[in-house]
């Protein structure tokens, strides 16, 4: 099959400079094939039928035997009809001739046509894509088996946005975690060209992994798949697009496609209420900006402020540091001159952590923390929330380690604001650990063992990070 002759490609060596970037061949055999594909040809009935339903047109041609619908399609490929079922009166079936014999399908509508997952606005419509994806996936059935086996993923997409990521990686320092568990060479030498061309500068990078966001989306007018590099055949649903950065690919693609998801700023619309890795991906930040900027601010001039994280700032004014980093990312202006109350910054932040789609503590290692809690011994317990902590996704522990050494010089100016372990415990157990189901009496029950784990992760921040 002519188009598998660049399939080499992907063994070559990859440039490490994105100037040397050259652009994939797109592979046109499936393209070649959907242009080819059998045209819908509708049969219609000479007469008016009563018993026809208003969303079909003259293709309806009411209880008509099976067989009678085979002479008229009259073997033509492409030519469809739809007949009522004689065996199941109200019930409709679309008779479709391609590959020399009829195929007949149970046709259902709730406002849109479809006998399967994809919805057409048309029968016309439902019967285009039936032909395409039939023809494509018959003639091409062993092709489309193998398209994966050499993927040119690595020579594909993101070049101008990798550029720009470039300037912007450059110029920004990082504080490398101290655990090189986080940072495998094998997620090093990750065989993508958005990576490699960053080899120059290791230590600026962002290793965490994020998985890509694939939802399945209706492509206007021809798309290749950025996986395989092979056309996305059909008339809607052709694909998958990522809705974090963009990426497009066949379905069956995207499950192979590494965690390597670099989430677009333009399409990540807000700072809270965002997933924490994907924020942290696409603002290129070791930890989310939020939690870094309220806590200088807080460490600026709010220390010594009694009742530091406990008592509470104006409930409008805190939804307005929110709508602000919503709106201005880290261009907000969070300091004495916007927000006077320190206490308006620490709500701020709190509840920045408390409206995370995946709490920091995250819902998978909810009940290893609470177990940890109940272990027997101070000895063993703090050896089970280590063992816990280092299974959390990599910029969640960060984000956890640099609250905790933040909290921790909080309760080292308890003669001034009256706040100690155990207090910040009792205001952080909730905010950073939920339970995957929410139910009054499980929250009820751990709430002591969430403020031991906030209490003893503060008291032994030094050991345990
Ligand atoms: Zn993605
Ligand atoms: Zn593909």
Known sequence: MAASSNSSLSGSSVSSDPEDYQPPIWKSYLYQLQQEAPRPKRITCPQEMESRPKYYGREFHGMIPREYA???????????????SQRQ??????????????????LFYDGKHFVGEKRFES?????????????????????????????????LGYTSLLKDKMVHRLSRGRTEPRRV???????????LVRR????????????????????VHTFRGPHWCEYCANFMWGLIAQGVRCSDCGLNVHKQCSKLVPSDCQPDLRRIKKVFSCDLTTLVKAHNTTRPMVVDMCIQEIEL?????????????????????????????????ISASAYADINIIAGALKLYLRDLPIPVITFDLYSKFIQAAKSPNAESRLEAIHESLLQLPPAH?????????????????????????????????????????LNALTTLNDMRQQKLVVQLMIEHEDVLF
């Open 70 to 84: 085979d002479e008229l399609l009259a073997g033509t490929e492409g030519a469809y009809l739809i007949r009522e």
């Open 89 to 106: 009166p109200g019930t409709h079936t679309l008779a479709l001739s391609f590959g020399h014999q009829t195929l007949n399908y149970r």
């Open 123 to 155: 029968v016309h419509d439902l019967v285009t894509d039936a032909l395409i994806t039939l023809y494509i996936e018959t003639k091409a059935a062993e092709y489309i088996a193998k398209m994966t086996t050499n993927p040119i993923y690595e020579h």
């Open 181 to 191: 568990t986080f940072q495998t060479d094998e997620k090093i030498s990750s065989p």
């Open 196 to 215: 490699s061309a960053l080899k120059d500068t290791p230590e600026k990078q962002c290793f965490y992994e994020k998985i890509h966001n694939f939802k």
């Open 301 to 333: 001039r709010g220390m010594k402020s009694e009742g530091l994280y406990r008592v509470s700032g104006f409930s409008e004014h805190i939804e307005d540091v929110r709508l602000a980093f919503d709106r201005d990312g880290e261009k907000v202006d």
């Open 397 to 437: 522990y960060e984000t956890l380690r640099y609250l905790m050494a933040h909290l921790k010089r909080v309760t080292m100016f308890e003669k001034e604001n009256l706040m100690n372990a155990e207090n910040l415990g009792i205001v952080f157990g909730p905010t950073l650990m939920q339970p995957p189901e």
